[in-house]
């Protein structure tokens, strides 16, 4: 059996659980999941924002903010 590992995701006021077989995830993939656009959103990686190829590892501390945009 394969081991499974979980990304905890904090996302607008919640907690979401990534189950994943590989070890690091991209904050792409971490945007698909939550069904978000990388055009909408950004991820934050132990409190510093980070570009999309970016490795991340279950043990981060990872938040999903949705960009803010108006005039």
Known sequence: MEQKFIFNIKYRGKIYNLASD???????????????????????????????NTSISPEDEIEVINAVSGG
């Open 22 to 52: 590989k070890n690091k995830l991209s904050p792409k993939d971490i945007l698909k999941f939550l069904g978000l656009s990388e055009e909408y959103a950004f991820v934050v990686k132990n409190g510093e924002i980070v570009l999309l």
